[in-house]
């Protein structure tokens, strides 16, 4: 999908490539957590997004989904401010550095306990968490045909050599691991004219209502 291109104040490769790998890692810990009492989580992760709409979704999806009460605890709707700040922001946007390396901090951390199943997010911090192994591959949560009934929204990212300064497009890609949910009107109103699509966290438990979730945004 072909995106404005804009001036970036860059984070850090160095910074990037850590978190990033650290992903993977702390993953590897994750499916030992047994907490049945986790409230169902979806996190929505972008430099902008409105809460006021955000608590509105939220609303919205738990009365088209109850399931989502489990054990008598509701599901969170969490907005994380993350990514690379840029200098020529569009008005709300917020500029500061340290929030979106903050966001990238705590993702890694919530997913690490446990706590996160799915990520509603724009794509430039989908591609990175996705080259850092966050998502879990949709072949494992859809049959071939479901797949193929949304083809041309799915998602899969280039991923990088990392090994200069400036990380550089290996010819290859990550599993299709999203789904594009642009033209849904409820999300556009949390994410403004930014392109997003939906995600699953690799280590959720909650295989069916994450189904659940994303036949309601589709």
Same mark, same amino acid.
């Given at each position: 999908? %072909?995106?404005?291109?804009r001036?970036?104040? =860059?984070?850090?490769i160095?910074?990037?490539? /850590?978190i990033?790998? =650290?992903?993977? !890692? =702390?993953?590897?810990g994750?499916?030992?957590?047994?907490?049945e009492?986790?409230?169902?989580?979806?996190?929505?992760?972008?430099?902008?997004?409105?809460?006021?709409? @955000?608590? &509105?979704?939220?609303?919205?999806? !738990?009365?088209?989904?109850?399931? !989502?009460?489990?054990?008598?605890?509701p599901?969170l709707?969490?907005?994380? $401010?993350? *990514?690379? /700040?840029?200098n &020529? $922001?569009?008005?709300? $946007?917020?500029?500061d550095?340290m929030?979106?390396? *903050?966001?990238m901090?705590?993702?890694?951390?919530? /997913?690490?306990a446990?706590?996160?199943?799915?990520?509603?997010?724009?794509?430039?911090?989908?591609?990175? %968490?996705?080259?850092? *192994?966050?998502? @879990?591959p949709?072949?494992?949560?859809?049959? &071939?045909?479901?797949?193929?009934?949304?083809?041309?929204?799915? !998602?899969?990212?280039?991923?990088?050599?990392? &090994?200069?300064?400036?990380?550089?497009?290996?010819?290859?890609?990550?599993p299709? =691991?999203?789904?594009? $949910?642009?033209? %849904?009107?409820?999300?556009?109103?949390i994410?403004a004219n930014?392109?997003i *699509?939906v995600?699953?966290?690799? %280590?959720?438990?909650?295989?069916?209502?994450?189904?659940?979730?994303?036949t309601?945004?589709l």
């Amino acid at each position: 999908m %072909n995106r404005k291109r804009r001036r970036k104040w =860059c984070l850090p490769i160095a910074v990037t490539i /850590v978190i990033t790998s =650290c992903l993977g !890692l =702390c993953l590897l810990g994750c499916f030992s957590n047994n907490n049945e009492n986790t409230p169902f989580q979806i996190a929505f992760t972008s430099l902008y997004v409105n809460e006021n709409a @955000l608590s &509105d979704f939220g609303a919205y999806l !738990l009365e088209e989904i109850p399931e !989502l009460n489990i054990n008598g605890k509701p599901p969170l709707f969490t907005p994380m $401010i993350m *990514g690379e /700040v840029r200098n &020529d $922001i569009e008005s709300g $946007i917020l500029n500061d550095p340290m929030m979106g390396i *903050g966001g990238m901090m705590r993702i890694t951390a919530s /997913v690490a306990a446990g706590e996160i199943d799915m990520v509603i997010s724009d794509l430039e911090n989908a591609a990175r %968490n996705a080259r850092g *192994g966050l998502f @879990l591959p949709l072949d494992e949560i859809f049959t &071939d045909g479901e797949l193929a009934a949304f083809d041309d929204r799915l !998602l899969s990212f280039d991923l990088l050599n990392t &090994d200069g300064y400036e990380a550089t497009p290996t010819g290859e890609k990550t599993p299709l =691991c999203g789904i594009a $949910i642009t033209s %849904n009107e409820e999300l556009r109103n949390i994410f403004a004219n930014q392109e997003i *699509g939906v995600f699953v966290i690799a %280590n959720t438990k909650n295989i069916e209502l994450v189904r659940k979730v994303i036949t309601a945004l589709l």
